[in-house]
């Protein structure tokens, strides 16, 4: 089989994965139960047998989100850095890990991740990794750093015309934060 044809099998596995996994957070619906469970497996599966047909950053990134959710954060940035290794101008795997050294409450070591994210050429959606800067800085105080970063995350929201949630969210947490000053 020929690289394109190889190419194209292994994003047509990314994206059944993807949809798995999509799929499991709608089953779960915030609780982790078997059948939701079962989804996210066989999305790692596609996302593996994606891998192994043509390695791509999107599912050596989509792998790692998956394990995120079984609690594997270490094998989580794992794959990120294996994707950005294949593709280091995609920006989702600099997010990632970004958002996952949060979660382990690695605050400074998440930030030059989260840079590279928000100047990174292929990236969507753009305002992910400044929410998350967003966020950072407030957990660590830093409030005027905070807002910045949640205003540019709202700009570019409403520039990309998304999901209106996503702006109403960074809203809400802008007044928050704007209440703090007072």
């Known amino acids: 089989m020929d690289a394109a044809i190889q190419k194209l099998r292994a994003v047509e596995l990314w994206r059944e994965g993807y949809n798995h996994h999509t799929r499991a957070f ?5 609780e982790c139960d078997r059948e939701a469970v079962d989804e996210l497996n066989t999305a790692v599966n596609l996302y593996s047998q994606s891998i192994e047909t043509f390695p791509t950053a999107e ?4 792998r790692g989100w998956a394990y995120c ?21 995609f920006g989702n795997p600099y997010n990632d890990i970004g958002a996952y050294l ?3 409450g690695e605050f400074d070591e998440a930030i030059e991740w989260l840079e590279k994210a928000k100047t990174a050429r292929k990236y969507e959606p753009r ?7 967003g966020r950072l800085y407030a957990q660590k105080g830093m409030v005027m750093k905070a807002i910045a970063e949640f205003e540019a995350a709202l700009s570019l929201a409403q520039r990309e015309g998304g999901d209106p949630n996503a702006s109403a969210s960074i809203s809400k947490q802008l007044r928050s934060l704007r209440v703090m000053l007072n």
């Open 26 to 30: 709608a089953l779960a619906g915030g």
């Open 59 to 62: 599912a050596y990134t989509f």
């Open 69 to 89: 959710h079984f609690g594997r954060i270490d094998d989580a940035i794992a794959e990120c850095k294996r994707a950005i290794e294949v593709d280091p101008e």
């Open 102 to 104: 949060i979660a382990k």
């Open 127 to 133: 305002h992910f990794p400044f929410m998350n800067l």
